[in-house]
């Protein structure tokens, strides 16, 4: 499983790569490996705020259905139209292809509070 | 307790398999991706370990009449080296398992049960046995592996010792493949054409070893639990735990079919099922498609006008019609061809339909 060191996670697996005054958001490869083959994904809109922590989507894979926590609080400025047509890009290029949103932060101090790739190898524990 | 390893186990691994614990046994749930694996199944074939099932013999002269006085379906009616699907039922009508009953001779049978219920049948079993029948479990002797779609069949017709081309679906025989003694019987859970080969576990790793190279060569390979899974649903084939269970009658999982209630003999839960009959049933197991987005689940409630007529029992994502479909107990009014309703997904609800079933229409069926 492969955990860029160049990105931040959370404990619920997803990763967030650090744009100036924007994130972009994912799943990592551990996620999408647990999850399986993922065939739908349920996301919100352009301009939707939300708190960190609220699940700002939902992923259908085969196996069983997980939320997306939002890993910092924001308000959506670009979601991934590639994905409700091709989910399965989730489980190909989950850090690539695979970004789900971009994000514009409300609370930039929030990003202090993610883990470091060290951090996130141990909690998947590698 | 550890879960317990199959004969096969190492091999699952060498073949890159992804194991899980499943009613107490180490289990491969998937090889790859479940969908390519489903999907082989449905174009070529493949093979499965299902090595965690149950097998129980039930001998004696009192063996018929004792097995159709504890199962639904009709065993006195079943010639030497058929098949039959069934159920055991409590006397409150509750499934207690389903299963298949295998007739060896006259007074010799094969009963196949799911591992997560076999030491619950078997204390059921063994309370309800009187004289002239013996029981055995011989679970633990047996490795158990099913090859399933068509050009599996074709493989095993090839590969065996026996002609088997002539052997019908639900009929079986004893017999062997590369010299390996088996049981060879020409059933299965995913609706294609296939067979279930019952081996003694010493001799299960010679005969994955044997069946691997031809299934490569054909193009196929060794498939996880998740495809069985997404394989049976399409067939809207019971899973017991998901779809039947002991607050389930076999009247209202739809399957009438094997509910002999005339064949001249009472059996444990004859009562209810006579009950149900002359009553009308409350509820009955449908086949429905999700119609908007979103995958419905085991134990989520059916909505109608916002009040609950209903709960899921299986869903999933069906890899040959790429949408959204599952099973249900509804109300009777509801439970009807083209009925819609909305699921509570949580926290959110989708749109679905009762639609005719099997889900998928088999291109050769297994017949």
New interface residues.
Partial sequence: MSVPGNLLYTEEHEWVLVEEGTVLVGITDHAQGEL??I??V?LFEVGVEFQKGQ?IG?I?A????ADLYAPVSGVIQEVNSDLPDGPDTLNQDPYGRGWIYRIRLTDPAEIDELMSPEDYEEHIDI | MSAQATALHDRHLACGAKMVDFAGYRMP??YG???EEHLLVRRLGGVFDVSHMGEFFVEGPGAEAFLDSVTVNHVASLAHGQVQYSAFMTPEGGIVDDLLVHRMDDTHFMLVVNASNRDKDWAWLQAHVGEGVTLKDRSDEFSLLALQGREAYQLVLRMADQDLKDLPYYWFREGSLGGIPLILARTGYTGERGFELYVKNERAGELWDLLMPALREGGMGPIGL?ARD?LRLEMKYALYGNDIDGGTSTLEADLGWITKMKKGRPFLGLEVLQRQKAQGLQRKLVGFEVLG???A?HGQDCLMDGLSIGQVTSG??SPVLGK?IGMAYLALPHAVNGVEFEVD?G??RCAARVVPTPFVQLEVPCR
């Avoid at chain 1, 085969?62 to 259905?65: H, L, S």
């Fill in positions: 399986g083959d065939v739908d349920q699940s939902t259908d085969v196996k069983a259905t | 749930i998937q991706s479940i969908i998740g997404s987005r979103g995958i689940r999933g994502h959204a997904l926290g959110r």
